[in-house]
T-cell receptor, first 114, second 110 residues
């Protein structure tokens, strides 16, 4: 069974640029959630996708957007990057809507905005 | 809204010492509760979970009991090892999202 994978591992961008992060969910999982973890803090929920539709969203501006594909993999897109977007971005997958189910995390993508 | 409050760190212990990390939560309804662990440079790994009141989650010698009356989910381990050095996050899931505490850094010295 393949776990959650993310790419790239590290990324360096400059302010104002756009970035796309990718996530492959664990085999058999149809729900993907994205989290932002700033240095020294707990992860913050960005949004969740279920069956290719956004299912819920945290307190993040519209320049954070996402997609889920028929194979349940997902992308996180961030436009007009700001310095505060520097963080570890974590993807998590689960087998159903996450009310009671467990989310399994990938290793994350470290984004640095200069 | 939902929130999780964890005992502040860092915590430094000697090998074979007893570890407790306090966690309390505020939530509507009946959330499931989790402890995740993050080793240096890695993502989050599920350590244990509990889905209803009085449930005890356990894994790798760690335990936590879902206490609805005190809205707590404290993590304990009776004898820590150097390999337990990591950041520990308490979390709850309600509706569709996980809400995390700020994390507690634990360092175990040989």
């Amino acid at each position: 069974e393949t776990g959650v994978t993310q790419s790239p591992t590290h990324l360096i961008k400059t302010r104002g640029q756009q970035v796309t992060l990718r996530c492959s969910s664990q085999s058999g999982h149809n729900t993907v959630s994205w989290y932002q973890q700033a240095l020294g803090q707990g992860p913050q929920f960005i949004f969740q996708y279920y069956r290719e539709e956004e299912n819920g969203r945290g307190n993040f501006p519209p320049r954070f957007s996402g997609l889920q594909f028929p194979n349940y993999s997902s992308e996180l897109n961030v436009n007009a990057l700001e310095l505060d977007d520097s963080a570890l971005y974590l993807c998590a997958s689960s087998s159903q809507l996450a009310r009671a189910d467990t989310q399994y995390f990938g290793p994350g993508t470290r984004l640095t905005v200069l | 809204g939902d929130s999780v409050t964890q005992m502040e760190g860092p915590v430094t212990l000697s090998e074979e010492a007893f570890l407790t990390i306090n966690c309390t939560y505020t939530a509507t309804g009946y959330p499931s509760l989790f402890w995740y662990v993050q080793y240096p440079g890695e993502g989050l790994q599920l350590l244990l979970k509990a889905t209803k009141a009085d449930d005890k989650g356990s894994n790798k010698g760690f335990e936590a009991t879902y206490r609805k009356e005190t809205t707590s989910f404290h993590l304990e381990k009776g004898s820590v090892q150097v390999s337990d050095s990591a950041v520990y996050f308490c979390a709850l899931v309600n509706d569709y999202k996980l809400s995390f505490g700020a994390g507690t850094t634990v360092t175990v010295r040989a």
